[in-house]
């Protein structure tokens, strides 16, 4: 059966962590919606190597519409954490027990929406005392997953974090 995916992307995004999750999910069957601040903003990746356009503002977002969240590094989890529309987007999410994708510094988001407590998780390796203060233990491996959470580290680790997301997808 094939399910929605909400991408939260921002600029500066880390290219392959967008592109390639992104394709694996449409080429499993499954749609994905591209959710940022503004409905139609034109966002490009930090090495310039990709370019995507919003589908969706996450003010007009809601989470019934969902069935996972991925969320791509970069600087792009920087500029989506402060947005109270997408805290509470996530958090409505993990209420569920919807899978949460986060790659690299994505995951700056799960921080933001104190949901790290108690949790086991990877992050980009400058995260690490972040996601040990937001509550959560930090393993340095390509991909922890941890209940309905799935995390990896770099653009290295996106063979392991895609076969885990369509795992459960």
Not at 65 to 76: E, H, L, R, W
Request: with cysteine; hydrophobic share 40%; net charge negative.
């Amino acid at each position: 059966m094939s399910k929605v995916v909400a991408f939260l992307l921002a600029n500066q995004f880390e290219d392959s962590e967008m592109k390639e999750p992104y394709d694996a999910v449409i080429k499993a069957g499954h749609k994905a919606i591209i959710i940022g601040l503004k409905k139609g903003e034109i966002l490009k990746g930090k090495k310039g190597q990709s370019t995507y356009t919003t589908d969706q503002a996450i003010a007009d977002s809601k989470i019934v519409d969902y069935d996972a969240i991925v969320i791509p590094g970069g600087s792009s989890p920087e500029a989506l954490r402060l947005n109270s529309n997408i805290l509470e987007f996530v958090k409505e999410a993990n209420d569920k027990k919807l899978p949460i994708a986060a790659i690299c510094h994505g995951p700056q988001i799960l921080i933001s929406a104190a949901l790290l407590n108690g949790r086991t998780i990877t992050s980009y390796q400058a995260l690490q005392d972040d996601v040990v203060n937001a509550g959560a233990k930090f393993k340095d491996e390509e991909v922890v997953v941890d209940g309905n959470f799935i995390t990896s580290r770099t653009p290295e680790d996106e063979p392991a974090f895609i076969r885990e997301l369509l795992k459960v997808l």
